[in-house]
């Protein structure tokens, strides 16, 4: 019996590590995992801002042609039909203008897009840095602009574990943009060149949706400063258990590269508006210096990917918004004369005596009140002087002496003094 106990019940194998040396290997692991990231992760070094530059150019370049790509394998035989328009009456006062195209607008304007040199925009510059300094001025004397921005950030899309943002810097900076090198390029109906380089052909210039393109080049080196503070709720295992202050510093050091404007006239069909729509090309340069405080008393500063991070996001933002082949749309007004936006000297006039007339109002009331009181006065001064004369003439009168019945024997009274 004992032998068959044996063969049916094998002896169990004894582990080669104990409990706690297994224990003990399993948190060594964990504490060499979180080094390695902690050092490459959090504290790794950043590549440098060329290398960074470099491939974020080529990311956009490679999205502008899959996206042109895409646009001209799309145009089919029937783009070339011409699109349907409303059986309206034509005038038959207003005389029918012969059709204006890119090619006719070039020729009556003397601009040769293939040797016309670049123009320098110096009056361009000035009107903007005139419009950008009395913004810089406004914002000195009202707080709409912080309170936006206060609003903006504390908005339905702040996440539940940020707490309020408070915006605790906010420089415009002090240099202006400089626009340089404006150059006029025909472009297709979706913003693609019809030169491409070449000389302009006759036939795409007259082409249907063809339109004039303005390119010039933009530079800005300065230091626009946003800094903002908060605190990080980490609601585990409860709620409010642990909060991190974190304190960011964003600033724009240097932004380069080529803005793009055009026109789109107004449909009359769809009443639409003519618009003028704006882009930056993809080889546009934006340098940033991300500066990052996190905790309360042992803090920790600059980490260097929360600058990765935050940086990638900034560029994501502005690329979703307005580098091609995304652009921003502005209405444009009616430019026809009307009569209630005439200004002239009467207005101006009429404008100043009605501020001064406002300012030197109560000045007035001032001096009519005085003036009134001075009469007053004056009138109040001259009854008393009749009175006083009539008094003295009556006391002349009574030259003689003459004694108060009932008086004390030898008492005189002197009526004149």
Known sequence: MASLSTDTCPAKAEPALSFTQGLILGQLSVVLVLAAFIKFFIFGDPPSPEVTASLRATERRSRTLAHKRSLLSLRTANAKQGQQTLNRKKSSVLRNPPNLTIGSILSKTYYNVDSHQP???????????????????????????????????????????????????????????????????????????????????????????AKLQARMDVDLSDMLTLALETKLLLNYPKKLSAVLPVA???????????????????????????????????????????????????????????????????????????????????????????????????????????????????????????EARREVEAEAGTRTGREHDSLRRRRMRSEDDFAMPGSLPGLDIDMRT
């Open 248 to 370: 960011l510093s964003v600033s724009v050091v240097r932004f380069s590269g080529t803005l793009s404007i055009s026109f789109i006239p107004s449909n009359p069909s769809q009443s639409t508006p003519t618009m003028m729509t704006f882009s930056f090309m993809d080889d546009y340069r934006l340098d940033l210096s991300i500066r990052s405080l996190l905790g309360s008393r042992s803090r920790l500063q600059d980490v260097p990917k929360i600058a990765q991070l935050i940086e990638a996001r900034l560029h994501r933002w502005f690329d979703e918004r307005c580098v091609e082949p995304r652009f921003q749309e502005i209405a444009l007004p009616s430019l026809w004369p009307r009569k209630k936006n005439t200004r002239g000297p009467e207005d101006g006039l009429a404008e100043t005596n009605a501020s001064v007339g406002r300012a030197k109002g109560k000045d007035i009331n001032q001096d009519l009140r005085a």
């Open 119 to 209: 123009e320098s925009l110096d009056w361009f510059n000035v009107l903007v840095a005139q419009t950008i300094a009395q913004f810089r001025s406004d914002a000195q004397h009202d707080d709409a602009i912080l309170s936006s921005l206060t609003k903006a950030l504390n908005g339905g899309s702040r996440p539940d574990f940020v707490d309020e943002i408070r915006v605790t810097e906010l420089s415009l900076g002090e240099d202006f943009p400089i626009f340089s090198n404006c150059r006029v390029i025909p472009v297709d109906e979706d913003g693609l060149s019809l030169g491409n380089g070449r000389t302009l052909d006759a036939s795409a210039a007259t082409r249907e949706g």
